[in-house]
């Protein structure tokens, strides 16, 4: 069941727009713009956890919270002031909707790993830049090896990763006992497809490649 | 029964009995633990160890999480901080060690400063239990809430528990006695050391929040002596703050700061360390004037030695 409709996607970049008061969006925030609102108009339900573990360039991340009617539109235009609920990196305690506090990189995934465990069906979004962090890792190899069926991870792959993955950020996950599944991040179907694909007992990664 | 082995049959129990509670491990104690669906094992993963108790904790469990001092404070340490202190989730952490348990292992298994870097971050209570059953009162307790609980366990141990919380005055001296404030298992060797002086004596196994209004009741003369079985200087700034509008002076007793580069047994570290009686002995001499200034305490000659 997805969450109720309050805006649309044609509506995002103005809320973008509204947040950072640049009609150019940064590079950050266009890379994780289709796979944020597919999430949350197409794949979550309320019962739902997601984790956005790369916390930077939220912008897209709270225009599409502010489109689903989790923050109040009006707040946008406040981003990164001194009482704003929205900093440049989300913060739970203070932004409505949000799941956890990130901006370091590399502590979502392992935090979502202890909710999967909790019982949730859990996604979790990482970049491929951020999967240089090695504890990463850590939450990769656990999670496959013990079939954690219930967690998904977006990993959205703008090639940012100084020294890249050779051979693919998917053949990685693989080897550890994940089920992969690619996906052109601004296809909204195949973006749909893949993030609610079959898994059976493994857990599931979507690489969402985003050509920079 | 060691404070260790009564921790893992207290963690036992918890699993067995409240639904809240979850374990999580990192191969360290697995082997004395009986199986459980809420005990997850991470393998040799620290920083994951404590994002999965972060996850647990946002769902509504009581995470308990253990290892050895190094791995469950340092390790981990952006993870202590975000996972569990930005995120605002609770968790028990409880490390085994001390500060020199594992003498023969090198400084890799030492971690004398835990409770300094710990107490760093906000939010913590910091528990440093002298004895098996003080273990098993703060951990029942900590079990009830859903705040951040770090408990340090030792093998050295007094030879019997302090009953009640906070800072509990032992014995009394005179009115210009120094305060002699006794940490967790630092009490026998302090108690021998003090038996024939003129001070009070008072223990302290909850060391944050620290205990400010206890101990400016406690002082009745200036000289305050701080004696933790961790990095010296831990708890100093807290006793500058209870004693902010009065004149004092404090010694703080504790691990020296330093690349400690020797193996032996615990009591040789505790010697070299001037924490056994005869080092706490010279360092009190000195700083109630007894010694003259210059002279070396007892400590610097065991270790020259």
Same mark, same amino acid.
């Given at each position: 069941?997805?969450?109720?409709?309050?805006?649309?996607?044609?509506?995002?970049?103005?809320?973008?727009?509204?947040? *950072?008061?640049?009609?150019? $969006?940064?590079?950050?925030?266009?890379?994780?713009?289709?796979?944020?609102?597919?999430?949350?108009?197409? @794949?979550?339900?309320?019962?739902?956890?997601?984790?956005?573990?790369?916390? $930077?360039?939220?912008?897209? &991340? %709270?225009?599409?919270?502010?489109?689903?009617?989790?923050?109040?539109?009006?707040?946008?235009?406040?981003?990164? +002031?001194?009482?704003?609920?929205?900093?440049? $990196?989300?913060?739970?305690?203070?932004?409505?909707?949000?799941?956890?506090?990130?901006?370091?990189?590399? $502590?979502?995934?392992?935090?979502?790993? =202890? @909710?999967?465990?909790?019982? /949730?069906? *859990?996604?979790?979004?990482? +970049?491929?830049?951020?999967?240089?962090?090695?504890?990463?890792?850590?939450?990769?190899? &656990?999670?496959?090896?013990? =079939?954690?069926?219930?967690?998904?991870?977006?990993?959205?792959?703008?090639?940012?990763?100084?020294?890249?993955?050779?051979?693919?950020?998917?053949?990685?996950?693989?080897?550890? +006992?994940?089920?992969?599944?690619?996906?052109?991040?601004?296809?909204?179907?195949?973006?749909?497809?893949?993030?609610?694909?079959?898994?059976?007992?493994?857990?599931?990664?979507?690489?969402?490649?985003?050509?920079? | 029964? *060691?404070?260790?082995? #009564?921790?893992?049959?207290? !963690?036992?129990?918890?699993?067995?009995?409240?639904?809240?509670?979850?374990?999580?491990?990192?191969?360290?104690?697995?082997?004395?633990?009986?199986?459980?669906? /809420?005990?997850?094992?991470?393998?040799?993963?620290?920083?994951?160890?404590?994002?999965?108790?972060?996850?647990?904790?946002?769902?509504? &469990?009581?995470?308990?999480?253990?290892?050895?001092?190094?791995? @469950?404070?340092?390790?981990?340490?952006?993870?202590?901080?975000?996972?569990?202190?930005?995120?605002?989730?609770?968790?028990?952490?409880?490390?085994?060690?001390?500060? %020199?348990?594992?003498?023969?292992?090198?400084?890799?298994?030492?971690?004398?400063?835990?409770?300094?870097?710990?107490?760093?971050?906000?939010?913590?209570?910091?528990?440093?239990?002298?004895?098996?059953?003080?273990?098993?009162?703060?951990?029942?307790?900590?079990?009830?809430?859903?705040?951040?609980?770090?408990?340090?366990?030792?093998?050295?141990?007094?030879?019997?528990?302090?009953? =009640?919380?906070?800072?509990?005055?032992?014995?009394?001296?005179?009115?210009?006695?120094?305060?002699?404030?006794?940490?967790?298992?630092?009490? =026998?060797?302090?108690? !021998?050391?003090? !038996?024939?002086?003129?001070?009070?004596?008072?223990?302290?196994?909850?060391?944050?929040?620290?205990?400010?209004?206890?101990?400016?009741?406690?002082?009745?003369?200036?000289?305050?002596?701080?004696?933790?079985? %961790?990095?010296?200087?831990?708890?100093?700034?807290?006793?500058?703050?209870?004693?902010?509008?009065?004149?004092?002076?404090?010694?703080?007793?504790?691990?020296?700061? !330093?690349?400690?580069?020797?193996?032996?047994?615990?009591?040789?570290?505790?010697?070299?360390? +001037?924490?056994?009686?005869?080092?706490?002995?010279?360092?009190?001499? #000195?700083?109630?004037?007894?010694?003259?200034?210059?002279?070396?305490?007892?400590?610097?000659?065991?270790?020259?030695?």
């Amino acid at each position: 069941m997805a969450i109720a409709t309050h805006l649309g996607y044609d509506d995002l970049p103005e809320l973008v727009t509204a947040l *950072t008061g640049d009609e150019k $969006h940064d590079r950050s925030v266009v890379s994780t713009l289709d796979v944020l609102w597919v999430l949350y108009d197409r @794949v979550l339900g309320r019962d739902d956890r997601f984790l956005l573990s790369k916390g $930077h360039g939220p912008a897209a &991340y %709270y225009a599409v919270l502010a489109a689903k009617g989790l923050v109040p539109v009006e707040e946008l235009a406040g981003f990164g +002031g001194f009482d704003s609920r929205l900093g440049y $990196h989300p913060d739970r305690a203070l932004a409505p909707g949000v799941e956890i506090s990130s901006g370091s990189l590399g $502590h979502g995934l392992g935090i979502a790993v =202890g @909710v999967a465990l909790a019982g /949730r069906r *859990t996604f979790c979004l990482v +970049g491929d830049g951020e999967l240089d962090e090695g504890s990463n890792w850590e939450a990769v190899q &656990y999670a496959g090896r013990i =079939g954690l069926g219930r967690l998904t991870v977006v990993a959205v792959d703008n090639h940012s990763s100084t020294y890249h993955w050779p051979g693919g950020i998917g053949a990685r996950f693989e080897l550890e +006992g994940w089920s992969v599944a690619l996906a052109d991040g601004h296809d909204h179907d195949a973006l749909e497809r893949a993030l609610t694909a079959e898994h059976d007992d493994r857990p599931h990664v979507v690489v969402a490649e985003v050509l920079p | 029964m *060691t404070m260790r082995e #009564r921790f893992y049959s207290l !963690a036992a129990g918890a699993l067995e009995s409240d639904p809240r509670v979850a374990m999580v491990l990192a191969e360290i104690g697995v082997a004395a633990m009986p199986r459980h669906p /809420r005990l997850y094992n991470v393998g040799i993963r620290e920083q994951l160890m404590i994002g999965v108790a972060a996850g647990l904790a946002l769902e509504g &469990y009581r995470p308990i999480v253990h290892s050895y001092t190094p791995f @469950v404070v340092e390790r981990p340490y952006e993870q202590i901080k975000l996972d569990l202190g930005h995120q605002d989730v609770g968790a028990i952490l409880v490390s085994t060690g001390a500060s %020199y348990d594992a003498s023969r292992a090198g400084r890799t298994h030492q971690a004398p400063e835990d409770v300094a870097v710990l107490a760093a971050l906000p939010g913590w209570t910091i528990h440093a239990p002298g004895h098996a059953d003080e273990v098993e009162r703060v951990f029942a307790k900590a079990l009830t809430g859903d705040d951040r609980v770090y408990i340090r366990l030792s093998e050295e141990e007094n030879h019997a528990p302090v009953n =009640g919380d906070g800072l509990v005055v032992l014995r009394e001296g005179s009115d210009e006695a120094p305060l002699v404030v006794a940490v967790g298992p630092a009490l =026998g060797e302090t108690l !021998a050391a003090t !038996a024939d002086l003129d001070a009070t004596v008072a223990y302290l196994a909850t060391v944050r929040p620290f205990p400010h209004e206890a101990l400016n009741a406690a002082l009745r003369g200036t000289g305050v002596v701080l004696v933790e079985p %961790y990095l010296a200087g831990t708890s100093a700034a807290e006793v500058s703050v209870a004693l902010a509008d009065r004149p004092h002076r404090l010694l703080s007793l504790g691990v020296p700061n !330093a690349e400690f580069r020797h193996y032996g047994r615990p009591a040789e570290h505790r010697a070299a360390h +001037g924490l056994d009686a005869a080092g706490i002995r010279a360092s009190l001499e #000195r700083f109630v004037g007894r010694v003259p200034a210059g002279r070396a305490p007892v400590s610097d000659t065991v270790a020259k030695s």
